[in-house]
């Protein structure tokens, strides 16, 4: 990989793990956390588990796919994405009111991303 698309692809692959890591095998987890996230290289990962560069290659290259699969199916981090930018819409629109609007809008705004990342908004009970 190189310069842009390689960070392009990297931070594709860390959001759909974000998102969809859980559903995979162990192994595939830590394969992917290794590249992508501490930066290891096929071979230093390789070394590490005792196998071929080409094994860890095909790990990933699978890995990969499963991931883009659950987002072609399920389509969560695409989701995300739009609710962020209607978000940041939301905010900016929300400056341009009268100043007494605008204080339970944004309390608003922040109770729909507290919703997005799985906060119960405050004052609520946690089960």
Known sequence: MH?????????????LF?????????KQQT????YYHDDYSLGEIAEDFEISRQAVYEHLKRSEQILEDYEHKLGLAA???RLQEGLAQ???LI??????????LRGT???LRGA???TPPEGAARA
């Not at 310069?3 to 959001?15: M, Q, S």
Request: glycine letters at 8%.
């Open 18 to 26: 974000d998102f969809y890591g859980p559903l995979l095998t162990e």
């Open 95 to 104: 400056g341009e009111l009268p100043a007494p609007w605008r204080e339970s």
């Open 3 to 15: 310069g842009e698309n390689a960070l392009e692809k990297t931070n594709r692959i860390n959001v």
């Open 90 to 92: 939301l905010d900016r």
């Open 109 to 111: 705004v922040e109770t």
């Open 31 to 34: 394969f992917l956390k290794c």
């Open 79 to 81: 989701r995300h994405e």
């Open 116 to 118: 997005e990342a799985g």
